[in-house]
Nanobody, 113 residues
Framework: QVQLVESGGGLVQPGGSLRLSCAAS????????MAWYRQAPGKERELVAS???????NYGDSVKGRFAISRDNAKNTVYLQMNRLKPEDTAVYYC???????WGQGTLVTVSS
């Protein structure tokens, strides 16, 4: 069973940037599509971004043009670069191996002045 561990969350001011990392316990190439989700307090979990082995990406409407997902198959790591952060981006961010239904434990991102 694969394990996913997210890191990189924290407190950032509006307009700032953060980069999240998701480290997998085995080859992410074998996991194929990887994704980032987020869940804000009192809201449902939503898709932020996904990426295939071939590098095809997909983004939620609220983060298009601000966030970028990438992957390094050699390091078994998926990244989420978050720029121009807004208070409404505050949430717990989760990594997911989409086809395997495996979630990480999440990392908290708080955007506040």
């Amino acid at each position: 069973q694969v394990q996913l561990v997210e890191s990189g969350g924290g407190l950032v001011q509006p307009g700032g940037s953060l980069r999240l990392s998701c480290a997998a316990s085995r080859s992410i190439f074998s996991l194929n599509v990887m994704a980032w989700y987020r869940q804000a307090p009192g809201k449902e979990r939503e898709l932020v971004a996904s990426i295939t082995n071939g590098g095809t990406t997909n983004y939620g409407d609220s983060v298009k043009g601000r966030f970028a997902i990438s992957r390094d198959n050699a390091k078994n790591t998926v990244y989420l670069q978050m720029n121009r952060l807004k208070p409404e981006d505050t949430a717990v961010y989760y990594c997911k191996a989409l086809f395997f239904g495996v979630w990480g434990q999440g990392t908290l991102v708080t955007v506040s002045s």
